[in-house]
């Protein structure tokens, strides 16, 4: 999903689950756009972990392990920004 429509489906999972629903996501922190990816055009959609944090609460959604890992590819290493979060009100 891009990152302009993030916020959106974030505050549709907030309000659309249970009171003590959690949400897990792995966000890229690498550009955005469409790569090579096993051969075919795939989109990836990133942003920095600041940016992961804001859209999770503005959702009202309670941050609760927050972590970047760095994967090591043949490319390269890419982090990943990890957020697991629950409703505010849990």
Known sequence: MSRSSAGDVAWQIATASASAAWVGV???SKSEGV???L???MFFS?????ADR???RDAGLAIRLDETV???EPEG???FH???AQKSNA
């Open 39 to 41: 051969g075919v055009p």
């Open 70 to 72: 760095v994967q090591h």
């Open 82 to 84: 990890w957020t697991l």
């Open 35 to 37: 790569e090579d990816w």
């Open 54 to 56: 804001e859209l999770f």
């Open 77 to 79: 290493d890419l982090p």
């Open 26 to 28: 792995a966000w890229g």
């Open 46 to 50: 990133s942003s920095d972990p600041d």
